[in-house]
C-alpha cells in the first residue's frame, strides 16, 4: 500500500520524509518521490524502483534543503510502475503538489471534465486528477480548496498538498485511508502510519474519515466535513517502532487478517454500479465474446489454486461455463486439448510465482486467451497475459496469504457474475441480489473479525494434536482446503481437508476420540448431507467445530457440534469470503500457542520464483 510522510518546520526535510519513507518500506512499493519547497519553488525528485534509486538521483544535488515537503511511495495500482506515475503529482503550473494513498474511484469522468478544460495529463493515475481540481478551486486558501476537491472525490484516500503560495504549509485530508499527524517542537508531521514518524514523535492525531488537517511548523487545525473545528485528544504511541509497523499487533498476518474488511471494499471499488450489476471495466468482452466462450482452465498455485476452485463452482453456476483447474506445476507438464472458446484464468498474488509463469507462457503458445487475476501491477504475469483484473489486497508481508486469498476470492466471484450476465445466464433480480450481497460483505467480513476472541481458545485445545480434518460440500469443501493449508503451513499440525462424502472412502479410519474435525456447513441444500457426515464423525468421538449460517444453530446438525461458530447469513454462493475468516484465525491462533514464526513459516517463501 502507499506511505506518505511530510514535514514542516524549521530544518531540511529530505532526510525526515526519506527516513519517514524508509520505515514504511515494510508496506510495500514500486517507486518513490519527494516534492519540497526550494527557493520560492517546487522542487521535484521521483525513480521507479526502491529508494536508493531515489537517493542516488537526489546525491550531489544541492537541490533539496527546503523546509517543507511530502514523500510517497506508490503501490501501483492505476498505471504501472514509472517514474512518471510515482508521486508527488502536480498541477499544470507545477505549483501544486500531491501525494495520494487509496483509490478515486470517479477519476475518469473527472478526467475526461479536466482533459476538455485543457488540463495536461502527466502519468496514467488515477491521482492526478486531485492536483488540477485543486489548481481549478483555489482562491487563496490551500485548505478551502482542499475540502472542495474532497467532496467531489469518490473512493478512499489519504491525501498531501503542498503549494507553492502556502510555503510552509501542508494540507491533509482523509476517506477511508488511513492518516496520521505527529506533533512535534517547532515542527509538525504527516503519514500515512505511525512508523514513519515514530523516531520523531509519539504524540499523534489520528484523522477520522471526512477531516481536513493544516500543519504549520506552529500549529495543526483540523475541521470535519461541513468545516467545523474538531478538538483532537492526542494519542501517545505506546508502541516501539518495529511493533508500530505491525500496527500494534504481534504478527503482520493477525494485522493483514484484520485488514481484509478494508481489502475488500478496495477490490469492490467502481466495480458494483448503481442500477448496473458488475462493472470489470478491464475485461474486453461483450455479450457476444462471452457467449462465444466454451471452457475456462484455471491455473494457479497454493493459496491460489484454492481460490480458484471456488471460481469454478460460481463460473459453472453463474456463467454455466464448464471449468478446469490445475496445479500450475502439473499443468505444465501435460497435454491438455485446447478448443477455440477456450479461456485460461492464471491466479496469482505475486504475478511472478515460475510455474503460474510458465503456465501463462504454455497457455499463450497454445493459442489461448489469457486473463491474469493477481496483486501486483507490473509484476511479470500482469505483463504477459492479454487481460488482468487486480486484486487490490495491497502487499501482503505475512508468507501465509489471507487478504490476497479472500480478494482473489472477491475478483473471481466478480468476473462469475459479469460472465453469467453477459451469457445471459442471470436473471436481473437474481444479479441485483448478489450485486447486493457483495456490498455488504466488507460490513459482515468486519463482524467476524469482531465476533472472532473465543477462536483463540478453540485452537489452543489442540494443543496436543498432529492431526486436524477439515470437511466440507460445495464450496465449504473448497474453503476446507484453505483452512488446512493455513493450518499446516503456519501451525505445523498436520491437517487434510476431505469432501465430506468421501470420508467413508478411507479418511474415516483416522477418526478417534477427541481428534478435531472442522465442518463447514453453510451451503444451502447440502446442510442435511452435513448432518451425516458430522454424525459420522461423531460417532467415532471426534471433536467437531462446525461452521454454521446464522440462525442455523437450532437445525438437526448444528445439535452434534462440540463448537459452533456463525457467520452472518448471506447467499450461500458468497459465503466463502466469510467462512475462511474464522479458518484463518485458528490457524494462526494454533501456530502462536505452539510459538511458530507465524510471519515466516520454515520452508516457505512468499514468492516461488524457481520451479
Ligand atoms: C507461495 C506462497 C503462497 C502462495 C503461492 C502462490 O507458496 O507462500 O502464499 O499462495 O506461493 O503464489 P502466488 O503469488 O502465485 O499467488
Given at each position: 500500500?502507499c506511505?506518505?510522510?511530510?514535514?514542516v518546520?524549521g530544518?531540511?526535510?529530505?532526510?525526515?520524509?526519506?527516513d519517514?519513507?524508509?520505515?514504511?518500506?515494510?508496506?510495500?512499493y514500486?517507486?518513490?518521490?519527494?516534492?519540497?519547497?526550494?527557493?520560492?519553488?517546487?522542487?521535484?525528485?521521483?525513480?521507479?524502483?526502491?529508494?536508493?534509486?531515489?537517493?542516488?538521483k537526489?546525491?550531489?544535488?544541492?537541490?533539496?534543503?527546503?523546509?517543507?515537503?511530502?514523500g510517497?511511495?506508490r503501490?501501483?495500482?492505476?498505471?504501472?510502475?514509472?517514474?512518471?506515475?510515482?508521486?508527488?503529482?502536480l498541477?499544470?503550473?507545477?505549483t501544486?503538489?500531491?501525494?495520494?494513498?487509496?483509490?478515486?474511484?470517479?477519476?475518469?469522468?473527472?478526467?475526461?471534465?479536466l482533459?476538455?478544460?485543457?488540463?495536461?495529463?502527466?502519468?496514467?493515475?488515477?491521482?492526478?486528477?486531485?492536483?488540477?481540481?485543486?489548481?481549478?478551486?483555489?482562491?487563496?486558501?490551500?485548505?478551502?480548496?482542499v475540502?472542495?476537491?474532497?467532496?467531489?472525490?469518490?473512493?478512499?484516500?489519504?491525501?498531501?498538498?503542498?503549494?507553492?503560495?502556502?510555503?510552509?504549509?501542508?494540507v491533509a485530508?482523509?476517506?477511508?485511508?488511513?492518516?496520521?499527524?505527529?506533533?512535534?517542537?517547532?515542527?509538525?508531521?504527516?503519514?500515512?502510519?505511525?512508523?514513519?514518524?515514530?523516531?520523531?514523535?509519539r504524540?499523534?492525531?489520528?484523522?477520522?474519515?471526512?477531516?481536513?488537517?493544516?500543519?504549520?511548523?506552529?500549529?495543526?487545525?483540523?475541521?470535519?466535513?461541513?468545516?467545523?473545528?474538531?478538538a483532537?485528544?492526542v494519542?501517545?504511541?505506546?508502541?516501539?517502532p518495529?511493533?508500530?509497523?505491525?500496527?500494534?499487533?504481534?504478527?503482520?498476518?493477525?494485522?493483514?487478517i484484520?485488514?481484509q474488511?478494508?481489502?475488500?471494499?478496495?477490490?469492490?471499488?467502481?466495480?458494483?454500479?448503481?442500477?448496473?450489476?458488475?462493472?470489470?471495466?478491464?475485461?474486453?468482452i461483450?455479450?457476444?465474446?462471452?457467449?462465444?466462450l466454451?471452457r475456462?482452465?484455471m491455473?494457479?498455485?497454493?493459496t491460489?489454486?484454492n481460490?480458484?476452485?471456488v471460481?469454478?463452482?460460481?463460473?459453472?453456476?453463474?456463467?454455466?461455463?464448464?471449468?478446469?483447474?490445475d496445479?500450475?506445476?502439473?499443468?505444465?507438464?501435460?497435454?491438455?486439448?485446447?478448443?477455440?472458446g477456450?479461456?485460461?484464468?492464471?491466479?496469482?498474488?505475486?504475478?511472478?510465482t515460475?510455474?503460474t509463469?510458465?503456465?501463462?507462457?504454455?497457455?499463450?503458445?497454445?493459442?489461448?486467451?489469457?486473463?491474469?487475476?493477481?496483486?501486483?501491477m507490473?509484476?511479470?504475469i500482469?505483463?504477459?497475459a492479454d487481460?488482468?483484473?487486480?486484486?487490490?489486497?495491497?502487499?501482503?508481508?505475512?508468507?501465509?496469504?489471507t487478504?490476497a486469498?479472500?480478494?482473489?476470492?472477491l475478483?473471481?466471484?466478480?468476473?462469475?457474475?459479469?460472465?453469467?450476465?453477459?451469457?445471459?445466464?442471470?436473471?436481473?433480480?437474481e444479479?441485483a441480489?448478489?450485486?447486493?450481497?457483495?456490498?455488504?460483505?466488507?460490513?459482515?467480513a468486519g463482524e467476524?473479525?469482531?465476533a472472532?476472541?473465543?477462536?483463540?481458545?478453540v485452537?489452543?485445545?489442540?494443543e496436543?494434536?498432529?492431526?486436524?480434518?477439515f470437511?466440507?460440500?460445495?464450496?465449504?469443501y473448497a474453503?476446507?482446503?484453505?483452512?488446512?493449508?493455513?493450518l499446516?503451513?503456519?501451525?505445523?499440525?498436520?491437517?487434510?481437508?476431505?469432501?465430506?462424502?468421501?470420508?467413508?472412502?478411507?479418511?474415516?479410519?483416522?477418526i478417534?476420540?477427541?481428534?478435531?474435525?472442522?465442518?463447514?456447513?453453510t451451503?444451502?441444500?447440502?446442510?442435511?448431507?452435513m448432518?451425516?457426515?458430522?454424525?459420522?464423525?461423531?460417532?467415532?468421538?471426534?471433536?467437531?467445530?462446525?461452521?454454521?449460517?446464522?440462525?442455523?444453530?437450532?437445525?438437526?446438525?448444528?445439535?452434534?457440534?462440540?463448537?459452533?461458530?456463525t457467520?452472518?447469513?448471506?447467499?450461500?454462493?458468497?459465503?466463502?469470503?466469510?467462512s475462511v475468516?474464522?479458518?484463518?484465525?485458528?490457524?494462526?491462533?494454533?501456530?502462536?500457542?505452539?510459538?511458530?514464526?507465524?510471519?515466516k513459516?520454515?520452508n516457505?517463501?512468499?514468492?516461488?520464483?524457481?520451479?
Amino acid at each position: 500500500m502507499c506511505g506518505i510522510v511530510g514535514y514542516v518546520g524549521g530544518r531540511a526535510c529530505l532526510p525526515v520524509l526519506l527516513d519517514g519513507l524508509r520505515r514504511l518500506e515494510y508496506r510495500g512499493y514500486d517507486s518513490a518521490g519527494v516534492a519540497v519547497f526550494q527557493d520560492g519553488r517546487l522542487a521535484l525528485a521521483r525513480a521507479e524502483g526502491k529508494l536508493d534509486r531515489l537517493q542516488a538521483k537526489l546525491a550531489g544535488t544541492e537541490l533539496l534543503i527546503g523546509t517543507t515537503g511530502i514523500g510517497h511511495t506508490r503501490w501501483a495500482t492505476h498505471g504501472v510502475p514509472s517514474e512518471d506515475n510515482a508521486h508527488p503529482h502536480l498541477d499544470c503550473s507545477g505549483t501544486l503538489a500531491v501525494a495520494h494513498n487509496g483509490i478515486i474511484e470517479n477519476y475518469l469522468s473527472l478526467k475526461k471534465g479536466l482533459l476538455a478544460r485543457g488540463h495536461r495529463f502527466r502519468s496514467e493515475t488515477d491521482t492526478e486528477v486531485v492536483p488540477h481540481l485543486l489548481e481549478e478551486e483555489y482562491d487563496g486558501s490551500l485548505e478551502t480548496a482542499v475540502h472542495r476537491v474532497a467532496g467531489r472525490l469518490r473512493g478512499s484516500f489519504a491525501l498531501a498538498v503542498a503549494s507553492v503560495r502556502e510555503p510552509s504549509v501542508i494540507v491533509a485530508a482523509r476517506q477511508g485511508s488511513p492518516l496520521v499527524v505527529g506533533l512535534g517542537d517547532g515542527e509538525n508531521y504527516l503519514a500515512s502510519d505511525i512508523p514513519a514518524i515514530l523516531s520523531l514523535t509519539r504524540n499523534t492525531f489520528i484523522l477520522d474519515d471526512g477531516e481536513v488537517a493544516v500543519l504549520t511548523p506552529s500549529e495543526v487545525r483540523i475541521q470535519d466535513r461541513g468545516r467545523r473545528p474538531v478538538a483532537k485528544t492526542v494519542f501517545t504511541v505506546p508502541w516501539d517502532p518495529q511493533h508500530a509497523e505491525r500496527g500494534g499487533y504481534p504478527h503482520f498476518m493477525l494485522k493483514e487478517i484484520h485488514e481484509q474488511p478494508r481489502a475488500l471494499a478496495d477490490t469492490l471499488a467502481g466495480r458494483l454500479g448503481p442500477g448496473d450489476t458488475v462493472n470489470l471495466d478491464e475485461l474486453p468482452i461483450d455479450a457476444e465474446g462471452a457467449r462465444s466462450l466454451s471452457r475456462v482452465f484455471m491455473t494457479a498455485c497454493g493459496t491460489a489454486c484454492n481460490a480458484s476452485l471456488v471460481g469454478k463452482y460460481l463460473l459453472e453456476r453463474w456463467a454455466r461455463l464448464p471449468a478446469e483447474i490445475d496445479v500450475a506445476s502439473e499443468f505444465r507438464y501435460r497435454d491438455p486439448v485446447m478448443r477455440p472458446g477456450d479461456l485460461a484464468i492464471l491466479v496469482s498474488q505475486s504475478g511472478e510465482t515460475a510455474d503460474t509463469l510458465e503456465a501463462l507462457r504454455e497457455w499463450r503458445r497454445r493459442g489461448a486467451r489469457t486473463l491474469a487475476v493477481t496483486n501486483v501491477m507490473g509484476s511479470s504475469i500482469s505483463r504477459e497475459a492479454d487481460t488482468v483484473i487486480y486484486t487490490r489486497a495491497g502487499p501482503e508481508i505475512a508468507v501465509a496469504s489471507t487478504k490476497a486469498y479472500i480478494t482473489q476470492l472477491l475478483v473471481l466471484t466478480l468476473l462469475a457474475l459479469k460472465l453469467g450476465e453477459l451469457r445471459g445466464c442471470l436473471t436481473k433480480p437474481e444479479l441485483a441480489g448478489y450485486r447486493d450481497g457483495l456490498a455488504s460483505l466488507p460490513r459482515l467480513a468486519g463482524e467476524v473479525l469482531e465476533a472472532s476472541a473465543p477462536l483463540a481458545a478453540v485452537a489452543q485445545s489442540w494443543e496436543q494434536w498432529d492431526d486436524v480434518f477439515f470437511i466440507g460440500r460445495g464450496l465449504d469443501y473448497a474453503v476446507a482446503l484453505e483452512g488446512q493449508l493455513k493450518l499446516k503451513e503456519l501451525s505445523y499440525i498436520h491437517a487434510e481437508a476431505y469432501p465430506a462424502g468421501e470420508l467413508k472412502h478411507g479418511t474415516l479410519a483416522l477418526i478417534v476420540p477427541g481428534i478435531p474435525v472442522i465442518a463447514l456447513a453453510t451451503q444451502r441444500g447440502l446442510q442435511e448431507k452435513m448432518a451425516s457426515n458430522i454424525a459420522e464423525v461423531k460417532a467415532r468421538g471426534a471433536r467437531v467445530i462446525g461452521i454454521v449460517l446464522a440462525g442455523d444453530e437450532e437445525e438437526e446438525f448444528a445439535r452434534h457440534l462440540d463448537e459452533l461458530i456463525t457467520i452472518p447469513r448471506v447467499d450461500s454462493l458468497l459465503t466463502p469470503i466469510l467462512s475462511v475468516l474464522p479458518l484463518q484465525l485458528l490457524a494462526y491462533h494454533a501456530a502462536a500457542a505452539r510459538g511458530c514464526d507465524v510471519d515466516k513459516p520454515r520452508n516457505l517463501a512468499k514468492s516461488v520464483t524457481v520451479e
